[in-house]
């Protein structure tokens, strides 16, 4: 085969060299066949004038001939023969020199174009020479394509090969996923049980309490009936004279408050009636705020590191340029004294808030596409952000040098968050994973495959929540790397946070509403929505208040709009200064600041002063 393609390249090279000298002959003969013409008829003039010559040459010595022998002749005769002949050889002469003339010209035209073969002849020497050169490339060449073809076919056995072991790779995929599949409905099946069981219980325990308390009740009911029928003796060491100010007071009443004043030392049983009455009266009402479902967060006393003073904002105090494009993350410090900026030119931006100011401090650059998301240590000493590279990076905030590149994802990477103890993080991606990372060794952990894309992630001590693209917000368990339970909504999350004591879930979603989920219950505990709210884009972030008492969230036409989680209805709309959908809002932690940033490149300071 190889010997046959030889022989055919060598027949069509040969082929093309006959044919360019073909056409090199057409175009030189061309030029020439005049010339050639001009000289074939001299020459046939030269041959007819030769051929006069001797014929007059033999008709002169006719001539003289035959006047030796007849000298007697008629002179005239004579005399018109050789003007004859003078005639005749002044013509011959006249076209000798015409015939000289043109030898002359052809002669200079010979030679010219004997320097013009000379050329071309020169020509032809230099395009041999090119066209051994040629042959010889063309040799290597085709040692280059015998080489190549050897190659080919070892790349086309390897790749015969590969795509065998694909095809099996394919078949134990397909049924490994069919088996993760099963288990993963089996799982699901075994957390509805166990979360149905857990239901169950808790409705017993719930019950045998109310039993309880029913009891507890009545024997105190009783108790108290009995109390106020028994003689109260008179003893003198016996405080009598509050106790009959008391009774004069509530005449006919039966107070709680009235036998904690009484003297126990009258009853058989050894067992005072105070320390009984107390002992009911404090488990009646000493467990009810414990156990009270309804009870509200600010009817207790505020935990130290809330804010107690939470503004509503309510102008704007400084509107500026954040970014040079979209602004997609904006993230207050623990300390609420800097604040940090994303956006789509691929740097994070700090900035400090002085006076209801944000002066700039400094750009955290490394990045090699847009920023998704931030996030602050809980010390504010280190700051974590995401990006469309499919990496995370972490930049210490003091010197403003990066410490940590995060690679492993295979998509753009939208949410990273730390965990509570700083050295471990969670990052979520458009690759449908989540992947835990430890800061320690710096190293991916766990990877976990969620089934959808990931838009936000928040994180307790032992569980993480993270909103997906198919509407599900799903709580993993870190230490057991598996679902512990899932949550769907109507619309694609975009947001997820948490309040202060990490017992309410606020998500945000594409069908315009906000929610907030009672994680005790695992059930929506209240929606939010108002007229001319819509969800921008599915990065959008909403927050929660340092206290949980209202919620903040951007709409698609710039505008905020706050909510009381108390009333459940909207507390303010603000909408005059931005020009674009709002992508997130961050709380300070102080609770004196609010800031907004959008699809355009500006960020808004907002507070109430």
């Known amino acids: 085969m190889v010997v046959m393609a030889e022989r055919r390249l060598e027949c069509s090279w040969k082929r093309h060299v006959v044919e360019q000298l073909k056409q090199r002959d057409r175009v030189q003969r061309h030029a020439f066949e005049e010339i050639i013409h001009q000289y074939n008829r001299l020459l046939e003039k030269s041959d007819l004038q030769t051929v006069l010559s001797e014929r007059y040459q033999s008709d002169k010595y006719d001539l003289q001939n035959r006047h030796d022998s007849s000298p007697g002749l008629d002179l005239s005769r004579n005399d ?37 073969i000379q050329q071309k002849d020169k020509e032809i020497q230099s395009n041999e020479a090119k066209m051994e050169e040629y042959q010889r490339q063309i040799a290597e060449l085709e040692g280059e394509c015998r080489e190549l073809r050897g190659k080919l076919q070892d790349l086309e056995q390897a790749n015969q090969t590969l795509k065998d072991e694909y095809d099996a790779l394919q078949i134990t995929f397909g049924a490994l996923e069919e088996k993760l599949r099963r288990t993963t409905d089996d799982n699901q099946e075994l957390v509805s049980r166990w979360m149905a069981e857990k239901s169950q219980e808790a409705n017993k325990l719930n019950a045998e309490n109310e039993k309880d308390c029913k009891r507890r009740q009545a024997k105190l009911q009783k108790e108290l009936a009995e109390a106020a029928k028994e003689p109260l003796p008179l003893d003198p060491d016996d405080d009598i004279e509050v106790l009959a100010e008391d009774s004069g007071k509530g005449t006919g009443e039966t107070s709680p408050n009235r036998p904690l004043s009484r003297t126990p030392s009258k009853r058989v049983s050894g067992q005072s009636p105070q320390s009984s009455l107390l002992g009911s009266i404090s488990n009646i009402f000493g467990r009810r705020p414990g156990n009270s479902y309804g009870s509200s967060p600010e009817c207790t006393e505020t935990p130290s590191g809330v804010c107690a003073d939470v503004r509503v904002p309510a102008t704007a105090l400084h509107v500026f340029e954040a970014h040079d494009g979209e602004v997609n993350a904006v993230r207050f410090s623990p300390g609420s004294r800097l604040l940090a900026t994303g956006g789509m030119d691929r740097r994070v931006k700090l900035w400090e808030v002085v006076s209801g100011r944000c002066e700039p401090k400094g750009a955290l650059t490394g990045s090699n596409a847009g920023i998704t998301s931030i996030e602050f240590d809980s010390a504010g000493s280190y700051l974590l952000a995401a990006s469309n590279d499919f990496a995370s990076r972490i930049w210490t905030v003091d010197d403003f040098r990066l410490r940590h590149t995060l690679t492993g994802h295979s998509g753009k990477v939208l949410a990273a968050r730390f965990l509570l103890d700083n050295a471990r993080i969670v990052s979520g991606s458009y690759d ?81 509403l906000v929610k907030i989920i009672d994680l005790r219950s695992n059930a929506v505990r209240q929606t939010f929505s108002a007229q001319g709210f819509k969800c921008g884009a599915d990065w959008t972030r909403v927050t929660f208040s340092p206290d949980g008492s209202y919620v903040a969230g951007g709409s698609a036409d710039g505008a905020l709009y706050i909510w009381n989680v108390l009333t459940g209805k909207l507390e303010r709309t603000l909408d005059k200064n931005h020009s674009s959908a709002i992508n997130s809002v961050s709380w300070s932690p102080s609770g004196a600041y609010v800031v907004s940033v959008e699809k355009g490149c500006k960020a808004v300071l907002w507070s109430d002063m």
């Open 432 to 512: 449908r994973t989540l992947k835990l990372w430890d800061l320690r060794s710096k190293v991916c952990m766990k990877t976990v495959f969620a089934g959808s894309s990931c838009n936000d992630i928040v994180c307790t001590e032992q569980c993480v929540m993270s909103g997906h693209f198919d509407k599900r917000v799903r709580f993993w368990d870190i230490r057991a790397e598996s679902i512990v339970r899932e949550l769907e909504l109507m619309g694609r999350v975009t947001s997820l946070d948490l309040n202060h004591d990490r017992t309410e879930l606020l998500t945000c979603s594409r069908d315009d």
């Open 80 to 116: 018109s023969l050789q003007q004859e002949m003078a005639q005749m050889r002044i013509r011959h002469q006249e076209e000798l020199t015409e015939l000289h003339k043109k030898r002359g010209e052809l002669a200079q035209s010979v030679i010219e174009l004997n320097h013009q």
